[in-house]
């Protein structure tokens, strides 16, 4: 089960003899990218510094809502421990897993971005990438995928039409809740793959024993 977030805009003029009501279409959340909301339990608060989507406001232009459980059961190249989680829904008929749709592979027809987490405490287990193919090999229902990251507290998101990639770090003693940092990947698309084209590391700092506020984080970009 999943939830299409939209915005929606109204304006209303008013004349002397009469009053006139104009509406405005509805049109999707993020600047051109289509998110559906995680089936399963509610995720934690995102990741400080996280990706904010804002491609052209056409990317969803040919936006279909995709099977994505079904895909990830289907495709050969999402590991094991993935697809055990998928075995079964983790109440009722919701499953782990949240799907955006947005332009990252420069396609006609937005690509589909899939995060797949556990159902117990929402750790990202699983992110991916599948790209509109009639043609794909290895895909499945005409898609390909292109890009896999099955690495724990892993997340994918997209930022100015970049795919990013965010890896939570953990110290020792950390809680799954309570990060000590984050790292961030960036990458873009070119000659039909993705390549690396930014990486970033923020460290959290931590709350005082008086009870303070904790300091911005320390970020540097290599």
């Known amino acids: 089960m999943?939830?299409?977030?939209?915005?929606?805009?109204?304006?209303?003029?008013?004349?002397?003899?009469?009053?006139?009501?104009?509406?405005?279409?509805?049109?999707?959340g993020g600047g051109g990218v289509r998110s559906e909301g995680s089936a399963g339990p509610t995720p934690g608060t995102p990741?400080?510094?996280?990706a904010t989507a804002s491609p052209s406001p056409s990317a969803t232009a040919g936006y279909k809502k995709v099977d994505a459980v079904g895909l990830l059961?289907?495709?050969?190249?999402?590991?094991?421990d993935v697809k055990r989680t998928l075995a079964k829904p983790c109440a009722a008929d919701e499953y782990p897993v949240e799907v955006t749709y947005a332009s990252v592979t420069g396609s006609k027809v937005p690509d589909v971005i899939v995060n797949v987490m556990t159902c117990a405490d929402s750790m990202g287990i699983g992110s991916y990438v599948y790209r509109k193919d009639d043609d794909a090999h290895g895909g499945t229902d005409g898609y390909d995928?292109?890009?896999?990251?099955?690495?724990?507290?892993?997340?994918?998101?997209?930022n100015k039409g970049d795919l990013?990639?965010?890896?939570?770090?953990?110290?020792?003693?950390?809680?799954?809740?309570?990060?000590?940092?984050?790292?961030?990947?960036?990458?873009?698309?070119?000659?039909?793959?993705?390549?690396?084209?930014?990486r970033s590391h923020t460290d959290y700092s931590k709350t005082g024993v008086d009870g303070t506020e904790p300091e911005d984080g320390n970020a540097s970009e290599g």
């Not at 939830?3 to 405005?24: E, F, I, S």
């Not at 059961?73 to 999402?78: E, T």
């Not at 995928?145 to 997209?158: D, K, L």
């Not at 953990?170 to 390549?195: A, I, L, M, N």
């Open 73 to 80: 059961k289907k495709d050969p190249k999402v590991g094991a």
């Open 164 to 198: 990013e990639i965010s890896k939570q770090t953990y110290g020792s003693g950390d809680k799954v809740c309570c990060p000590s940092g984050e790292d961030v990947t960036t990458y873009r698309w070119s000659q039909d793959r993705f390549t690396e084209f930014a």
């Open 47 to 50: 990741p400080r510094g996280a």
């Open 2 to 28: 999943t939830r299409d977030r939209l915005t929606r805009g109204g304006a209303a003029t008013a004349g002397v003899a009469a009053v006139g009501l104009l509406l405005a279409g509805c049109n999707p």
């Open 145 to 158: 995928n292109v890009f896999s990251n099955e690495q724990p507290s892993v997340s994918a998101g997209v």
